[in-house]
């Protein structure tokens, strides 16, 4: 055939007109994925009105009281606002199961999911703190650095104000554990709000959105790594409601402590690791625990320093003079960030010892409370043991076993990127269940890092399950539900049926079988209309 003919020939060949952006997000809307994406925006939706009432709502509310709507704090409007917050729970995670198990089909991407993110957000941007107070904690304590107070050496009763009025009772005494950027963070909002508890919590979430978007850039980076699929991962790690509930909705600064480490991690997956050490410094100087990536993110560099140079052709540095090298260049620039952040903001290192205010939260979701309330319980027909003595020796006890863990994990996964990701993921689990407490979003630290694995369905159907049970099993005011028999019997069961519902599609069977003869009609009709592809 000749150039002329073969032009000609391609020419006359009939071209796929390609469909518009609005047309193919209408396409997907009618789709079973996009009905399930509409459900998971009605179930944020109804969650944030339904919050007005039941969530953690302010001491005294003149806004409601402007609005005519302070009846939902109240008797029949409570309960009618918390039955509202419950369905949009239960809507967000039945839309976010039924978008798991598309994706799991492969009928959802990358893109698609990317796009539901700030839906469901959206709603959650204008709602009270939901399942938590902290967000009060945070201005309470930038207050105090805004007003001439060291966070680290008082609490926030010595600053009184509408700001404290707001703060649960057990913080109010209690230093500020996090990290000097984030209290510059909460100084800055204070500064521009004043006391103003709606517009500080809205500023909050907007401060927080960057780890949002970080998180949706860098988990899928981290599934490529490691031989993920970045769509699941991202349904796994992002659209979780645990995570959009508790960390937009709670307004808690994991989210953006999540985020910088998970981006950190990539990058020094894609050998720019001076950017990754610092983005995962200014994360600890947000959160202390983004710090257990650092050690293994050494560990990544020196094989990377190792594989350059064979490339090249060269003999790879021994490892002591690798380690001394990438170790000291990262110590160097995590020193350099974590002192600037510390010296603008006037403070020290204070915060390392309020770490300890953790132990004011005793539930059963730390081993060493588990351990306590057996021992107590086990032991109550012969001896009176109380919870707290019991908590001076479990505590320390799982303190030494969490750090000789670290410590082993740190030298036995470090072989290849995907040992040191592992061994990050194995810490950040031994901090959540070793520590004196636990909380449900501390969670939503390690399952970023392992979304980003290859996991069976098995494994994700478990993780569901768990995601599950802990965006349950606290009341949306904040409190715990945990010694309330019913409410863990209820979350337990809506755990199981998530689970299951992710590789089943009706597993409590409540939907009326058609019968064989018509099942069959219709398949052979749909049969009959499909095009025939030759």
Not at 35 to 60: K, N
Not at 401 to 413: I, K, N, P, T
Request: some cysteine; hydrophobic content about 55%; glycine content about 8%.
């Amino acid at each position: 055939m000749t150039s002329s003919a073969r032009q000609a020939t391609v020419a006359a060949a009939p071209t796929t007109p390609q469909r518009s952006w609005p047309q193919t997000t209408a396409d997907f809307l009618r789709s079973p994925e996009g009905h399930a994406a509409i459900l998971g925006f009605v179930g944020a939706v109804m969650i944030t009105f339904g919050g007005f009432g039941a969530g953690s709502v302010r001491r005294e509310d003149p806004l409601l009281e402007a609005m005519h709507l302070s009846w939902l704090r109240f008797g029949h409007g409570q309960i009618l606002s918390t039955v509202i917050v419950w369905v949009g729970v239960v809507a967000m995670i039945t839309a976010w199961v039924r978008l798991g198990r598309a994706t799991l089909g492969g009928d959802v991407t990358l893109r698609q999911l990317r796009m539901i993110v700030p839906v469901w957000t959206a709603p959650l941007l204008l709602a009270v703190p939901m399942f938590s107070r902290d967000a009060y904690s945070y201005l309470a304590q930038g207050a105090l650095l805004r007003d001439g107070f060291d966070p680290y050496a008082v609490g926030p009763v010595v600053n009184p104000g509408v700001l404290l009025d707001n703060v649960s009772n057990v913080w109010t005494t209690t230093t500020a554990p996090y990290g000097p950027l984030f209290l510059l963070l909460s100084q800055g909002i204070t500064g521009l709000t004043g006391d103003n508890v709606i517009a500080g919590t809205m500023l909050l979430r907007v401060t927080m959105l960057p780890g949002l978007a970080l998180m949706v850039w860098g988990v899928p980076h981290l599934a490529r790594h490691l031989g993920g699929n970045p769509a699941i991962a991202l349904w796994l790690a992002v659209l979780n409601p645990l995570v959009l509930v508790h960390l937009i909705g709670g307004v808690h600064n994991e989210l953006l402590m999540v985020g910088l480490m998970i981006a950190g991690i990539a990058l020094v997956l894609e050998r720019r690791h001076l950017a990754g050490i610092a983005l995962v410094a200014v994360a600890v100087a947000i959160k202390a625990t983004a710090g257990a990536a650092l050690p293994f993110m050494v560990w990544i560099w020196m094989l990377h320093e190792k594989e350059k140079a064979e490339a090249e052709g060269r003999t790879p540095a021994s490892p002591l003079a690798s380690f001394a090298k990438t170790a000291g260049a990262g110590f160097a620039v995590f020193v350099a960030i974590f002192a600037a952040a510390s010296a603008v903001a006037g403070v020290g290192l204070g915060w390392m010892t309020a770490l300890s205010g953790s132990n004011k939260i005793i539930n059963w979701l730390s081993l060493p409370t588990i351990l306590a309330h057996i021992v107590t319980v086990g032991t109550s027909w012969f001896a009176e043991l109380r919870l707290g003595e019991v908590l001076a020796i479990t505590r320390p006890i799982c303190a030494v076993a969490l750090v000789a863990l670290v410590l082993a994990a740190w030298w036995r996964y470090r072989k290849t990127e995907r040992d040191a990701i592992l061994g990050i993921l194995i810490v950040l689990v031994a901090i959540v269940i070793l520590s004196p407490a636990a909380l449900p979003w501390y969670y939503s630290w390690p399952i970023a890092i392992a979304a980003g694995f290859a996991l069976s369905t098995r494994t994700l159907m478990i993780l569901v399950g768990l995601s599950t049970w802990l965006m349950l099993v606290f009341q949306p005011d904040g409190s715990i539900g945990l010694y309330t028999f019913p409410h863990v019997v209820l979350a337990t069961f809506a755990a199981v049926v998530a689970a299951v519902s992710l590789r089943t599609v009706d597993p409590l069977r409540l939907r009326t079988p058609r019968p064989v003869e018509e099942q069959r009609t219709a398949d052979l009709a749909g049969a009959a209309s499909s095009p025939r592809v030759e």
